[in-house]
């Protein structure tokens, strides 16, 4: 009786933890695709481009020394604190890099509330 009983917490025990597992990988999963379809909104494209012209105020022209701009989708993570962690590469050259919190407003726009630039493009927009 005994070994029954300890081969059926046994078989309990494992399916638990593998229903929890495979739960957690849903969650993970579900979560990087709403971080990505944050990213890729209209409301955050307007907020990153505002940064980028309070940078270079010719950004994303022709004249501008800012031609063009990439998130880094596989680095995107939530932000402990509140907000989205963004990496961007800039001018498809990966010196030129920005990693940035960006904040949903009480207006539902997005605002970059810390950021930090690499040396390379404040040799570039200075």
Do not use: H, W
């Not at 950004?59 to 990439?70: D, H």
Request: overall charge positive; proline content about 2%.
């Amino acid at each position: 009786m005994k070994k029954i009983f300890v081969i059926f917490l046994t078989i309990i025990t494992l399916g638990s933890g593998m229903l929890l597992g495979g739960c957690s990988m849903v969650n993970s999963r579900s979560e990087r695709e709403e971080m990505i379809r944050i990213a890729d909104s209209k409301k955050m494209k307007k907020a990153l481009e505002n940064f980028l012209k309070g940078l270079d105020s010719k950004a994303l022209t022709p004249e501008g020394k800012i031609k063009s701009y990439e998130i880094q989708k596989d680095k995107l993570k939530y932000n402990p604190m509140g907000g989205l962690i963004i990496k961007i590469i800039i001018n498809e050259d990966e010196k030129l890099n920005i990693s940035m919190t960006v904040q949903e407003e009480e207006s539902g726009n997005y605002r970059v509330a810390s950021y930090f630039i690499s040396e390379d493009i404040n040799k570039i927009v200075e």
